[in-house]
C-alpha cells in the first residue's frame, strides 16, 4: 500500500490523504501508532473530544513523525481565551508544537480578527504551525482570511461524503481557487458508508457492485471516491487496527473511470 500525499494549502507540506479521526475514538493508542506507521500520519483532535490524552500517548516518541492536528471550541475564542487553550491542548498531547491549530466552528460573539490576533501569535511563537479552520462557509472563510495579516488559512475542516456532497456547489471551489485543503470529516458519514445497505438503494446497489469490480470494500470506495479531488484530504475514523488498516488502503490506487461516473451519479442529489 502506498499511501498519497496532498500539499496543505500553500505551505509545500505534504499530508496523508488519509488521516486519523479521534472523535469518540476508544480504542488503544497503539491502534493509532499503528495508523502512523503505515502512513496515516495526519491525527486529527479537538480539546472538546477528550482525545488529546490519548492522542499525546499514541504520539510519544514518534512525534516527529506525526501532522498533529487539534481544534479550539468557540468558547475560548478571545484572546486570552485561545491562547491558553492552546497551552492546554499542547498539554494534554505532550509536545510543544501544534502542527494545525484549527477555530472548531465559527463564533457568533466573538469577531474574528480577534481570535485571528491570538492564532498569529501562537504561530509567531512556535506554538502552532499553520492555522485552520472548521465548519467555516465561503463568506466565513473569506473573513477568516481576511483577519490574518501575516498568514493564511491553509485548510477549513467540513463534512463531506457520499452522502452529502453539499459542499461541491461553492466551498470546495472557492477552496480550490485559494489553495485551501478541504478536511473532510465524517467522511464515511459516520460509519453508513462501510455497510452496504445505506437508505440511498440506488448508491448502496452501485457501491456494491463497484466493490466488487474494484476488489476493495465499500468503506475504500468511498474514501477513494471523494479523495479524487486534489484539494481533499479525509479524516475517518476508527477504532479497531483492522478498521485503521482497510481506511489507508482506500489510497494509493484510482478507481476506473466508469466505477467513478456511476458513483457520481448515484450519488448526486
Ligand atoms: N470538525 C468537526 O466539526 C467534526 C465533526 C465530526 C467529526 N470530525 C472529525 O472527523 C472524524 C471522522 O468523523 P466521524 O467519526 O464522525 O465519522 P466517520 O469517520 O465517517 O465514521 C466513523 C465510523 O465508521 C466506522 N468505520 C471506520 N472505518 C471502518 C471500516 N473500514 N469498516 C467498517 N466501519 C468503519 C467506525 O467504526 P469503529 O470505530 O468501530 O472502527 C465508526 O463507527 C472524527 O473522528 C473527527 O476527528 C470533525
Given at each position: 500500500m502506498k499511501m498519497q500525499l496532498k500539499t496543505l494549502g500553500r505551505t509545500g507540506v505534504k499530508v496523508p490523504e488519509i488521516g486519523l479521526g479521534t472523535w469518540e475514538f476508544t480504542g488503544k493508542p497503539e491502534t493509532l501508532r499503528r495508523g502512523v506507521e503505515i502512513g496515516a500520519s495526519f491525527i486529527d483532535t479537538a480539546e472538546i473530544y477528550g482525545t488529546e490524552d490519548v492522542v499525546g500517548k499514541a504520539i510519544s516518541g514518534i512525534r516527529q513523525k506525526v501532522f498533529l492536528a487539534t481544534k479550539a471550541s468557540p468558547?475560548?475564542?478571545?484572546y486570552d481565551d485561545l491562547l491558553m487553550a492552546a497551552e492546554n491542548s499542547l498539554r494534554r498531547l505532550g509536545t510543544s508544537t501544534i502542527d494545525l491549530y484549527q477555530l472548531h466552528w465559527p463564533s457568533n460573539d466573538v469577531p474574528i480578527r480577534e481570535t485571528m490576533r491570538a492564532m498569529e501569535k501562537l504561530v509567531k511563537e512556535g506554538k502552532i504551525a499553520h492555522i485552520g479552520i472548521s465548519n467555516f462557509s465561503v463568506q466565513q472563510t473569506k473573513e477568516a482570511q481576511e483577519a490574518l495579516?501575516?498568514?493564511?488559512?491553509v485548510s477549513n475542516q467540513v463534512e463531506y461524503h457520499l452522502l452529502d456532497?453539499?459542499?461541491?456547489?461553492?466551498l470546495i471551489p472557492f477552496c480550490e481557487r485559494e489553495s485551501i485543503t478541504i478536511v473532510a470529516y465524517s467522511p464515511l458519514a459516520r460509519g453508513s458508508l462501510?455497510?452496504?445497505?445505506?437508505?440511498?438503494k440506488r448508491l448502496s446497489s452501485v457501491l456494491e457492485s463497484v466493490r466488487r469490480t474494484e476488489g476493495k470494500t465499500t468503506a475504500q470506495v468511498s474514501l477513494n471516491w471523494i479523495n479524487s479531488r486534489e484539494n481533499v484530504v479525509a479524516i475517518p475514523k476508527a477504532n479497531s487496527p483492522e478498521h485503521v488498516r482497510e481506511d489507508c488502503e482506500a489510497s494509493g490506487w484510482h478507481l476506473s473511470q466508469k466505477s467513478f461516473e456511476l458513483i457520481d451519479e448515484a450519488s448526486k442529489g
Open positions: 468558547n475560548h475564542f478571545k495579516s501575516r498568514y493564511e488559512v456532497r453539499s459542499i461541491e456547489s461553492e462501510a455497510h452496504p445497505s445505506i437508505r440511498n
